[in-house]
Nanobody
Framework: QVQLVESGGGLVQAGESLRLSCAAS????????VGWFRQAPGEDRAFVAG????????HYADSVNGRFTISRDNTKNTVYLQMNSLKPEDTAVYYC????????????????WGQGTQVTVSS
């Protein structure tokens, strides 16, 4: 059982930046694909970004491509999501999740989830 803990959320104004962190409890974290998802009130949880186990491949939703950057430090069992030029529509609870293998954008494929961190962007 891998435990994931997200942090770094908060309230910012449009145009500002935040960096989210996802810290894992196990070193086996380094073998997993990691995805960031978000869920706004009344909406389904949606894929935001993903990174494979060796950081060789990253993936982004069209809505955040060019503004968000996902990275990982396997020595710290941590994945980051740098969010720049934030918009009010980025407001959501952000979750990290892990799975074996490669990119899948569907939430049902992910094995372990964090508890989420709230990001609120004011206009």
């Amino acid at each position: 059982q891998v435990q994931l803990v997200e942090s770094g959320g908060g309230l910012v104004q449009a145009g500002e930046s935040l960096r989210l962190s996802c810290a894992a409890s196990e070193r086996t974290f380094r073998n997993y694909f990691v995805g960031w998802f978000r869920q706004a009130p009344g909406e389904d949880r949606a894929f935001v970004a993903g990174i494979n186990s060796n950081s060789g491949s990253t993936h982004y939703a069209d809505s955040v491509n060019g503004r968000f950057t996902i990275s990982r430090d396997n020595t710290k069992n941590t994945v980051y999501l740098q969010m720049n030029s934030l918009k009010p529509e980025d407001t959501a609870v952000y979750y990290c999740a892990i799975k074996t293998g490669y990119l899948v954008r569907s939430t049902s494929s992910y094995e372990f989830w964090g508890q989420g961190t709230q990001v609120t962007v004011s206009s």
